[in-house]
C-alpha cells in the first residue's frame, strides 16, 4: 500500500503526542493505511520533543509545509484563532491539501469561512479534536443526528474550571487560593482567562451549535460569565443541597429561537454534569425524534487529543471529504437569536442579610415583585455576622432573577451583593 503524508505544525501536547500514535504500529495499518510524516514545524527546532524528529523534514515556516508538494494531509496543531495557525491552514486549503486541526479558536471564529474554501477546493476540513478532546461529539452531532433537530446541546466543557470548582467544595478554599495552585501543577495557564472567563468553554459551544443548528454563528452570539465571581460560600451552599457548581455551556432552541450561554450552574450530584472531574468533558444533546444523547471522555491530554486528530487522518485515507459541518458550508444559515434571559431555570440565591427584623421579607417581597415563588428556604446557623440565607425557587426567567439580585444588591437589609446562579434539573 502507498503512503499518506502528514506534515505537522505545532510540535507541542498534542503535537507530539500525534507523533507518538503515527509511528508507532497502530490499528490503521490493520485497516489498510500507512501514514509517513513529509515534515513538521514548531517555533523552536532545538526543543527536546519526544519522540525525537531528527529523522524529520523540518519547516521554519508552517505556511511553507502546508504547502510542500510532499504534503498529502496538513494538521494544524498551532493554537489561536488567528496568527499562523490561520495562515496556515488557509494556505493548505488554497493549495488543495486536507486539513485537520484540534484548533477550537481557529473553527469557532472561522470555521464557517474556512469551510466554504475547503468545500471549494473539494478538500477535507476536519477538527474532531477541537471540542471534548478524545471524545467523539462533533462525529456524533454532525453525522449522528444528521436527520433530527436539535433543541438543545448542553456540556461541561472546560477541565480547569471542573478542577478548581471540585477543589473548591472539597476542600472548602477560595477561587484565588485554588487557581494559584491550578497554575503550580500545569491545570491552568499562565493566563488562565480563556479557560476560567469561560471563552474556551464559548469557543467549543459554537462549534457544537453550528453543527447542531446548520448555521453560521459568531461568538458574539453566545452570553459568556465565568467562574470568577464563586465564592467558597456559595460552592459549601451548593453543597449542603447536595449539589455541584459547573460551568455550563448550553445552546437552545426554542419557538424557533436559539439562546446560547456559558455560565456557572448548580447540577445536582446524581446528574452526569456533576460527575464531570478533571479534564472529563459531558455533553447532553436533546434531539427530535432521537431524544438524550451523552457523550462523556476525556477533553484534553495528549493521548487523547491526538487520537481525535488520528481519526480524522483515517477518515480522510478512506476518502471522506466532508462536508465540514452537517449542512454544506453555503447552506449554513443565519439564525434567530433569543436573549438568554428568556431561559427559564429554578434559582439558587445566596444572600448575607443583616441580623434585623423585617430582612427576610425584604428578600421574600424582591422575589414576589418578580412572580417568583420559593422552593425551598435555608438559614443555616453562622459565626459571621448576619444571616446567610439560601433560597431555591421555582422556574423563572433569568431575566427575573437578575433583576431580583438587582434590587437585593441595593437593598439596606443587604450585607453583600448576593449570589444568584440557575439550577439545571436532569
Ligand atoms: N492540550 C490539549 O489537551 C488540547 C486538547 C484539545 C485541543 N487542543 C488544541 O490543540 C492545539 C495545540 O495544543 P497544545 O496543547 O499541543 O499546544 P502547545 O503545547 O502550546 O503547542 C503549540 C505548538 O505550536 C508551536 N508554535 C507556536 N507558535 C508557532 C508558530 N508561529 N509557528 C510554528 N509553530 C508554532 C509551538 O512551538 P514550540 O514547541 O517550538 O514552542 C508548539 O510546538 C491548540 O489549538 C489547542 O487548543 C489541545
Known amino acids: 500500500m502507498s503512503s499518506i503524508k502528514v506534515s505537522i505544525a505545532g510540535l507541542g501536547t498534542v503535537g507530539q503526542g500525534l507523533l507518538s500514535l503515527l509511528v508507532e504500529d497502530r490499528r490503521f495499518t490493520r485497516q489498510g493505511i500507512d501514514f509517513d510524516i513529509a515534515g513538521v514545524s514548531a517555533r523552536n527546532r532545538s526543543t527536546k520533543r519526544e519522540p525525537s524528529i531528527e529523522s524529520y523534514r523540518w519547516f521554519d515556516d508552517p505556511v511553507e509545509l502546508a504547502t510542500d508538494p510532499e504534503t498529502d494531509i496538513f494538521v494544524e496543531l498551532i493554537g489561536g484563532a488567528d496568527g499562523m495557525a490561520k495562515a496556515a491552514v488557509i494556505a493548505a486549503l488554497e493549495a488543495g491539501k486536507p486539513v485537520v486541526t484540534a484548533n477550537k479558536a481557529l473553527i469557532a471564529e472561522h470555521g464557517p469561512q474556512l469551510a466554504r474554501l475547503a468545500e471549494e477546493k473539494g478538500v477535507a476540513l476536519k477538527f474532531e ?9 462533533v462525529r456524533g452531532i454532525r453525522d449522528g443526528v444528521a436527520a433530527c433537530t436539535v433543541k438543545a446541546v448542553s456540556g461541561i466543557l472546560n477541565g480547569t474550571c471542573n478542577y478548581i ?9 477560595a477561587f ?4 494559584l495552585e491550578a497554575q503550580k501543577l500545569g491545570y491552568a495557564e499562565a493566563d488562565p482567562t480563556f479557560d476560567v472567563d469561560g471563552i474556551d468553554a464559548a469557543h467549543k459551544l459554537v462549534i457544537l451549535a453550528c453543527l447542531a443548528f446548520d448555521a ?11 467562574i470568577r465571581g464563586i465564592t467558597e460560600g456559595d460552592v459549601a451552599a451548593a453543597k ?3 449539589m455541584a457548581i459547573k460551568l455550563l455551556a448550553e445552546a437552545v432552541l426554542k419557538d424557533g429561537k436559539v439562546a446560547l450561554r456559558v455560565t456557572p450552574a448548580l447540577v445536582p450530584e446524581a446528574h452526569s454534569f456533576a460527575k464531570a472531574m478533571g479534564s472529563e468533558n ?7 425524534p432521537l431524544g438524550r444523547l451523552g457523550f462523556n471522555g476525556p477533553g484534553a491530554g495528549a493521548g487523547a487529543t491526538a487520537s481525535a486528530v488520528a481519526a480524522d487522518l483515517c477518515d480522510i485515507a478512506r476518502g471522506s471529504i466532508g462536508p465540514v459541518y452537517a449542512a454544506k458550508a453555503n447552506l449554513l444559515g443565519k439564525l434567530d437569536y433569543m436573549s438568554v434571559d428568556e431561559i427559564e431555570n429554578p434559582y439558587f440565591f445566596r444572600v448575607l442579610l443583616k441580623d ?3 430582612a427576610l421579607a425584604a428578600v421574600a417581597e424582591a422575589l414576589a415583585a418578580q412572580h417568583i415563588s420559593i422552593e425551598s428556604l435555608r438559614q443555616p446557623p453562622s459565626r459571621k455576622k448576619g444571616a446567610s440565607v439560601t433560597i431555591v425557587t ?6 427575573a432573577a437578575k433583576a431580583v439580585k438587582q434590587a437585593l444588591a441595593a437593598h439596606p437589609f443587604v450585607e453583600e451583593a448576593p449570589s444568584i446562579l440557575p439550577i439545571v434539573t436532569p
Open 129 to 137: 479534536a477541537a471540542v471534548a478532546g478524545g471524545t467523539p461529539v
Open 356 to 358: 434585623e427584623p423585617g
Open 216 to 226: 453560521a454563528i459568531p461568538m458574539s452570539a453566545v452570553s459568556c460569565e465565568g
Open 165 to 173: 470548582l471540585s477543589t473548591m467544595a472539597k476542600d472548602g478554599r
Open 176 to 179: 484565588d487560593d485554588v487557581l
Open 394 to 399: 421555582h422556574p423563572c426567567r433569568a431575566s
Open 240 to 242: 449542603k443541597l447536595n
Open 282 to 288: 459531558v455533553i447532553i444533546v436533546d434531539a427530535e
